[in-house]
């Protein structure tokens, strides 16, 4: 299996609720360096994986969305914990709408699977993997 | 799959016994930096993998076991080499052990795998992963 | 010159106000990576520049006040942005304030310097460092 | 499973050729940082997975056959895209005739899997990963 | 004394004369991952040492101007070895230029110093840092 | 100021004697991850710091001597803590005398300053730095 990855980032603000959760039920916030990692089984013609420009261009716009906002006012998230955890299967899903609609270009229909990595800081991070099915 | 990933480490000292270490059977040391996965195929209500805090706490306790200490010295790796890939299954167990003593908390039951990775200098780790049967 | 070096981490929540700071004016928040280093020309009896376990603990100490805040909210910052740079010096600040009241220990009293990195995400960091003057 | 890795690097020049490529149409070079990944289900008698000096060495007579060169002018490159993802299963498929050949030494031919990560800056890698078939 | 730090990379081929360098005198490539630090003694207004987002996009300009590119063939390199030491310098007098024509914004006239560092791999680099004179 | 930096490593046991040390006063042992950084106002004909390949090669030399010992067994040391910060200035001391030897080669005695740091896990670090002083 071949793997493609590539790195962002998005700097949040957002609280808890659970008592699990001691102090991070405050409105704090993070910065999530985000590895998104793309695979598929064999390479296309040009020897790549997926077009990495436009696979970038799609996880940046989907950090974008994400970026420099308090989650906690967020409609998508109401009534949820924007856990790292969480968050990581949310870029996941937006980062496979743009697959399927055609956003990151021949090749990406191709792709089996997706990992998403979200670093919280140096000693902690969260991930979501699953295979694509074919739409 | 979900994965939530903590990290601690330990400062221990040991030598081998074969050939093949070459001067790394004299005694030495090794800083491991130690990073525990943990697997679950869907979130709980709270939205996490599982307590953070408390499986944080699971991974310190256990590290606490090893750190500062002579290896050659600890009767429970008589006769053995407490290679990098070696500790990474005695952390992975000992880790499992508190999982299933119930430390870790509510949640942690529905654990599928864990990942145990030690890393010892900036070229080189070992790890040791494997899903958790029900016991 | 001798140094050490110690690092800890905090993630809050705030806003900055300036056209300069674009999506940065709404709330968001942030992981600051933080590293202390303290220097001294030479050694104690020890064969340290301080008592690590003492200055990890004023570090960890400040860090702790800041930790899952809304920084908006705190009236030590009232009509400050809290930029990276900003923060970097009132964690020095408040370490030296620390290390001014004696609870860094025998040795701290004669540190000549120190430096205090806030890293925020993989690509940006900031850092404010100076001589500590005698009191 | 048991996992090893082994880190080393290189440092080629070379082009591409596709419109997807944009301006890597020019010639130009990369650093790539290699992880090469060893698997194995269980640790042979003297603990390892298989001898970590024997696969270091591996390892660097594969890297030392494309360093310091321009991949353009490589026969065994001709009319392909020397992409990360096609270098990763270039250097895979390297170490893994040297495994065979015996070259990494008993243990080695109970090895199970092996992957090789290529990281092209702070923000991109890719990677091949294959079981190891019985041969 | 505050200083914030911007992060980019750039991809470029070279070859270095003089039989120092050994296999490097031919044709090869780098990933430089480029840290450009700039620093003042106290802080503007909005609480900022210099605006963060012109001076990361004159960071990107420069690098822009060598990314992707064979230095080999770019004639104000003509003679000389594009070592990563001497490119440290190139990149530093760049950004300078840039800061010194205005592009850099308000407060900029007020940096006393900037360091540029180019990691070559992870387990080299080089810099190039020195004080800003008043123009 | 330009500066050249290469990294080692070395992995040793040691014990400290004195109370501040609490369980780090038990045999055990440490990974160093050391960075040398060699300073130099201008740049050689060639256009480098000193002649890379030497200067990594005395930083190996250097370590090698340590590396894989308990250095509570190394005359050398009698009688001290080898704390990070003490080992920091005997790797500077030790590769300062192989600069005078003549065995990093020529454009080594224009060498103006060093800095030895040593990363002893992902949280501690301590160096040693000074001026070069002419023979």
Redesign the interface.
């Known amino acids: 299996?071949?793997?493609?990855?590539?790195?962002?980032?998005m700097?949040?603000?957002?609280s808890?609720?659970?008592e699990?959760?001691?102090?991070?039920q405050?409105?704090?916030?993070?910065?999530?360096?985000v590895d998104v990692e793309f695979s598929r089984p064999d390479?296309g013609d040009?020897?790549?994986?997926v077009?990495?420009?436009r696979a970038s261009q799609a996880v940046t716009s989907v950090l974008h969305e994400l970026?420099?906002?308090?989650l906690d006012e967020d409609p998508d998230f109401s009534g949820?914990?924007?856990?790292?955890?969480?968050l990581?299967?949310v870029v996941f899903d937006r980062v496979l709408l743009r697959i399927r609609s055609g956003e990151v270009g021949p090749g990406s229909e191709k792709l089996a699977g997706m990992k998403v990595t979200l670093h919280?800081?140096?000693?902690?991070?969260?991930?979501?993997?699953?295979a694509i099915e074919r739409s």
């Open positions: 299996m071949y793997t493609v990855s590539v790195r962002g980032h700097m949040i603000a957002h808890f609720r659970g699990l959760f001691g102090p991070a405050r409105l704090h916030g993070a910065t999530y360096v390479l040009e020897g790549v994986v077009d990495i420009g970026d420099f906002k308090n949820k914990n924007t856990t790292t955890e969480f990581a299967k919280e800081s140096h000693i902690a991070s969260a991930s979501y993997a699953a």
